[in-house]
Each structure stands twice: as structure tokens, then as C-alpha cells.
């Protein structure tokens, strides 16, 4: 059978066997044919189905979370871990506290996580996991219960050499904090269970930055190959989380003018640059929405809607916040602007739409498996200081990101020029991920 084929046969029997989870074929519909040409070279992969065993998640756990609001009430969620691919090492990835979090959105991440972990060239595998609680106002109580019910099942799936979780969207070190002390109740105190712990005990150094700065990076050696850089640069950010923080606090430091970044809401235009001073003490000190911030600050205005309706010229776009917020028609709006580079800090922000449309019109594009892999690689990083029962210092930790991203970005755009077409870094990220772990997968006889 033609490659082409069985990629196509593949797709459509996971679609019949999967209907409802959107955005999960979205994420293997990006994939599959990008990896085309490197299987065309590699039949002994096609032969023996290795597609279709890598689509399927090696375990997926769902449990119930019962927990007790405030006011006394007994409310429950789901939770969730899918732990997708163990060929390079235990199960890795994040953990995600939104109301959409579902069945669908957590393969999809897992998928993606997958070949990321593979591109960073640590020993971590594919996972990811999460509940569909909502965090956005409650007490810090709710918040502790609701992390010590979902750890008290979680505690029975992980460990330091099987499955290590970490964050994502709605889980940050406070939450690392809570889901860490139940596991140490439950089991015992064992600190490679978990990554993006405060740094107070056994958290890495940089892990908070490195998502944000990593994508900063990405884009950093993308343009010194260019000899070019983010001086002068006008750059928009979604997003004014964890990653999106720390990304425009990167790009400040390398002499870019960072003059958006939103919420699900709407966004900040503040074309002074954005004062991360006053945005860190709004969103990680006082849990605010983004409305504070024009309070706060007369050279800004808030809109409301989607950052990426905003018609301004700007060199850059970093979009932080979350899955399928760029499509065809907000891409074209990127295009009108002038943007030359898109990174993506989230994951699978831009739909297949957005891609095409940047492919064609010359964008360089650094898609979320290569561009924000720098969070997933200092949680590594995590673990190897656990490990050695030692901790590096913040520029041993920062050198090694950089290092780690510059890699990452070579090797997409290496492996682009050998089986796709040169700058097309999407598909060099999928290429070079997915050659490691089916090799690996291989010789652990397909299991
Ligand atoms: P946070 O929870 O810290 O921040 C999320 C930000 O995105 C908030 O500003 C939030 O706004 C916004 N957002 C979330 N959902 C939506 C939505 N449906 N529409 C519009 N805006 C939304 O999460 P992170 O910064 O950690 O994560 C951001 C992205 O980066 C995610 O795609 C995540 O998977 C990805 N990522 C994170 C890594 C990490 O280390 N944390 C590593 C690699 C990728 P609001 O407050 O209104 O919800
Ligand atoms: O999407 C991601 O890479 C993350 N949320 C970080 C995962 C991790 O284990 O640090």
C-alpha cells in the first residue's frame, strides 16, 4: 500500500472509532501527513502498523472528584490522566484545571506532548491530565480540598518513575503545592512525583519562567539565523498567564516592545509596552482579571474580544493562552498586520486554517510541540536535580533552556530541509519527534 494511503486509512478509522473528540483528530490531522515523506523512507514502520499503535493512549484513567465547597455543599468533577506513550522515559505533562477539559482535549494534549518530549532530547515520555473544575473564583480553601481529593486517586496512577505530572492552564505552583503534600500523605515523601514545585522545597529554578522564555528563545534563534534579532521588535501576546508573563518578560529583556496580552475576555493594547510589574501583581498576586490593569495604567485601553481581531502593525505574535484561538479569518488579520513570526506558547493555538494561511504567505511559524517545549524541558530538569538530591542555579538552569530551545530549533529546521520544505518547521517538529520514539518503540518490540 502507498504511504499516503495508509496515512489516510489510519485517519479515517480513528475518526469512525473517535467521532466526537474534536480536537484530538485536529491534533493527528496536523501530524500525520507531515510525517509522510520520513515513512516513505522507512517502510519497516509501515509495516508493522506503527501509526495506528501510536494513536492510541497506552492507559487512560478517569476518577471522581467529590470535594466541599465553602459553604458547605458537596460538589464533584472529573478527573483524568492519559498517559500516552512511555518510549522514552515516564509519562510527562501537565495538568489542566479548566471547565472545557474533557476526554478529547486531554488525548490531544497528551498526543502533542509526545513528540515534544522526544524534541527536547530528555528521558520523558507523553501524558497529560487535568479535571474540568473551574478555579476562577474560588477560596484558597476550595482550591487546597479540591487538589487533596484529586490527589488522593491521582496518588494510585504516578511516580517518579512512571508517570509526573506538572501544570497547565488553572495549575501553577500553588496547586503543585496542595496536589504535593496529599501525595506525600498518602505515599511518601518522594519530590520526583511532581514538577513545578515551589521552589521552598525541591522546585527547580526557572521552571516558573521557562515556558515563556523558552518560546522567546525559539524565536531568538530563528532570527540570529537570519542575523536578525528582537530589538526594536513590536510584538502581541495572548494570553496573561504563566506563559504569556514570563514570554513578554523574556522578549523586554532582548529590547522588543510587547504591546498586547488578553484574557478570555478581552485584551490589553498598551502601546507603551506592557508593564509586567503592575500585569504580575494584577494576575499572581492578586488573582485579578485584566480590567485592573487600565485602572492601573493610563497608556493602556481594554477591549473586549479576541486580541487577534485587533488591527495593528506588530513584527511578531506569541499566542500563550489556549487551543484553537487564531483560525483562518484572525490569521488573515495577523497577515494584514505585518506579523513575520508566528511562536506559539500554547498549544495548538492556530487551527489548520491559520497554518495553511501562514505557510503561504511566508510566516515563519514555530508550532507549540517545538516552540513552548522549554516548560516540559526544565520540568525535566526538575527531575534530574531531584534525582541528584541537588539544585542548579537559576543561569545553569536559563544557559540550559537556551541551549535546549537553540537545539530544538536547529533540528526543526534541519529535518524540514531533509524531508519537507525548508522553513517549514511544523513539519520538521513532527518529523523529528515522531523518528525517536517509533525508533524507540521498535526496538521495545511495539509495546
Ligand atoms: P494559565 O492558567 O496560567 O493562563 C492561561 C491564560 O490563557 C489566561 O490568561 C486565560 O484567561 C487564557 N485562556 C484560557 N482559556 C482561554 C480561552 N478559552 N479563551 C481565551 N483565553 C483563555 O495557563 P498557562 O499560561 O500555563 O497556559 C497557557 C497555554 O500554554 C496553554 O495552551 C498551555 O497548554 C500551554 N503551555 C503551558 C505550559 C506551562 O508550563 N504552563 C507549557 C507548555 C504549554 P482567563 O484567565 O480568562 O481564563
Ligand atoms: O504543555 C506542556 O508542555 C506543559 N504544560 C508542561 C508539562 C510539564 O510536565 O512540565
Known amino acids: 500500500m502507498e504511504v499516503r494511503e495508509y496515512v489516510e486509512q489510519v485517519q479515517k478509522n480513528l475518526a469512525a472509532k473517535d467521532p466526537n473528540q474534536e480536537e484530538f483528530l485536529q491534533a493527528v490531522e496536523e501530524f500525520l501527513p507531515a510525517v509522510i515523506p520520513f515513512l516513505e ?17 497506552e492507559r487512560m484513567i478517569q476518577f ?19 498517559q500516552f506513550n512511555s518510549a522514552l522515559g515516564p509519562y510527562k505533562g501537565g495538568l489542566r484545571f479548566h471547565p472545557s477539559v474533557n476526554l478529547s482535549i486531554l488525548k490531544f494534549l497528551g498526543f502533542e506532548q509526545i513528540f515534544k518530549n522526544s524534541l527536547t532530547d530528555l528521558p520523558i515520555g507523553g501524558g497529560k491530565g487535568g479535571s474540568d473544575f473551574d478555579p476562577k473564583k474560588k477560596s484558597d480553601s476550595e482550591i487546597m480540598r479540591f487538589c487533596q481529593s484529586f490527589m488522593t486517586e491521582l496518588a494510585k496512577h504516578i511516580g517518579p518513575n512512571l508517570d509526573v505530572p506538572a501544570g497547565d492552564i488553572g495549575v501553577g505552583g500553588r496547586e503543585i503545592g496542595y496536589l504535593f503534600g496529599q501525595y506525600k500523605r498518602l505515599r511518601e515523601y518522594d519530590m520526583g512525583v511532581l514538577t513545578g514545585k515551589p521552589l521552598g522545597f525541591n522546585g527547580s529554578l526557572g521552571r516558573t519562567e521557562a515556558t515563556g522564555y523558552g518560546a522567546v528563545y525559539f524565536v531568538k534563534h530563528l532570527l540570529e539565523d537570519r542575523e536578525d534579532s528582537f530589538e526594536g521588535k513590536k510584538v502581541l501576546v495572548s494570553g496573561s498567564g504563566n506563559v504569556a508573563i514570563y514570554a513578554i ?22 502601546e507603551e509596552g506592557i508593564d509586567l510589574d503592575l500585569l504580575k501583581d494584577i494576575k499572581e498576586v492578586r488573582r485579578e482579571r485584566l480590567t485592573e490593569y487600565v485602572k492601573e495604567r493610563s497608556s493602556a485601553e481594554y477591549y473586549e474580544g479576541s486580541v487577534w481581531e485587533f488591527e495593528i502593525d506588530a513584527d511578531i505574535a506569541l499566542p500563550c493562552a489556549t487551543q484553537n484561538e487564531i483560525d483562518g479569518k484572525k490569521a488573515e488579520i ?10 506559539e506558547g500554547a498549544n495548538m493555538p492556530s487551527t489548520m486554517d491559520a497554518v495553511k494561511l501562514y505557510l503561504e504567505k511566508g510566516i515563519l511559524y514555530g508550532s507549540g510541540k517545538a516552540a513552548n517545549a522549554g516548560g ?42 531533509k ?23 521498535l526496538a521495545q518490540g511495539l509495546v
Open 249 to 270: 518578560e523574556k522578549a523586554h529583556e532582548l529590547g522588543a516592545r510587547v504591546i498586547t496580552c488578553s484574557d478570555s475576555n478581552g485584551y490589553i493594547y498598551d
Open 64 to 82: 471522581r472528584v467529590p470535594w466541599q465547597d465553602d459553604a458547605g455543599n458537596w460538589q464533584v468533577n472529573r478527573g483524568y490522566r492519559v
Open 334 to 343: 495577523l497577515v494584514k498586520n505585518g506579523v513575520k513570526v508566528v511562536a
Open 41 to 57: 523512507e522507512h517502510p519497516e514502520y509501515v509495516e508493522k502498523n506503527i501509526l495506528e499503535i501510536i494513536l492510541e493512549p
Open 376 to 417: 516540559v524541558a526544565v520540568s525535566a530538569l526538575e527531575m534530574s536535580q531531584n534525582s541528584q538530591r541537588l539544585a542548579w542555579t537559576k543561569e545553569e538552569v536559563d544557559s540550559k533552556l537556551d541551549g535546549i530551545m537553540k537545539n530544538i530549533y536547529e533540528t526543526c529546521r534541519d529535518t524540514a530541509e
Open 419 to 441: 524531508y519537507a520544505e525548508k522553513d517549514n518547521f511544523a513539519a520538521g517538529a513532527n518529523i523529528a519527534g515522531f523518528e525517536k520514539v517509533a525508533a524507540a518503540m
